[in-house]
């Protein structure tokens, strides 16, 4: 059986929203106004996702980085239902220049492993790539 997750959700109009889950942790959620859209969380997912599953191949590996950043982009279909159209992921990290191969390597096996990346790519053509600085 799988991990079983859950979050409650709690709206008032005009659109606005928080979201709790077990631990007690919230996220709020609006159009944009004031705090995160829905599609904003849904990157966020997406890159918090690659990242945890990144970084248990690099302490696998026993490889370090001195910083990483993702940068996602992803754009919406005009028709109904607007679904993800197309996602790029980029990864930038600063690390040694013996570490750089094995850097590209992890992030295309995080990519294969992460749930979510996996689960957009059913609908959305998903492209990612690591960059170095």
Do not use: Q
Not at 40 to 63: H, P, R, V
Not at 97 to 114: D, G, H, I, P, R
Request: proline share 2%; charged share 25%; net charge positive.
């Amino acid at each position: 059986m799988g991990s079983i997750k859950h979050v409650k959700m709690n709206f008032s109009m005009p659109f606005k929203g928080i979201g709790i889950n077990d631990n007690g942790k919230t996220v709020k959620v609006d159009a944009g106004i004031e705090h995160t859209e829905p599609y904003d969380l849904l990157l966020m997912s997406l890159g918090s996702c690659l990242y945890s599953t990144f970084e248990d191949i690099l302490i696998k590996k026993k490889l370090s980085y001195e910083s990483l950043e993702i940068d996602i982009t992803g754009e919406k279909r005009t028709t109904v239902p607007t679904t993800l159209k197309y996602c790029n992921v980029v990864f930038t990290a600063k690390t040694d220049e013996k570490n750089k191969k094995s850097f590209v390597k992890s992030m295309e096996l995080a990519c294969k492993y992460c749930s979510i990346y996996n689960t957009l790519s059913h609908v959305a053509e998903m492209n990612s790539r690591m960059e170095f600085n």
